[in-house]
């Protein structure tokens, strides 16, 4: 931390956010607003989500949006775009915390 100053890290307080070593990501700056301003989503899982060298394919995506529970979740919720995309971000969440990184972005880009 600097000068005289110290702290213990353990448990949940520890994450790994992966490091490209040969390519650049595609960089927090350049994420859509309503991922980068989310209140879901922290500032770690932001740069997890910034740290990939180019987002899924539009068709990748569109049949992430086949499968059935992200049915379920549009169906439930796609009336009212806030909560659809406040539980897009809690499952990218979830995702992220387990470092599917590139399925996190699935879910994110059913919402756009």
Not at 73 to 80: D, P, V
């Amino acid at each position: 931390m600097g000068g005289d100053l110290y702290c213990r890290a353990s448990g949940s307080a520890l994450f790994e956010v992966a490091k490209p070593l040969t390519t650049l990501g595609i960089g927090v700056d350049t994420l859509p607003a309503s991922i980068r301003l989310s209140k879901i989503l922290t500032g770690n899982n932001l740069g997890q989500l910034g740290n990939v060298e180019r987002l899924p394919e539009q068709e990748i995506v569109n049949q992430y949006k086949q499968k059935d529970f992200m049915k379920e979740l549009h169906t439930r919720f796609g009336h009212n775009q806030e909560v659809y995309q406040q539980k897009l971000h809690e499952l990218a969440k979830t995702l992220l915390d387990k470092g599917h990184v590139n399925e996190a972005w699935l879910v994110l880009l059913c919402a756009l």
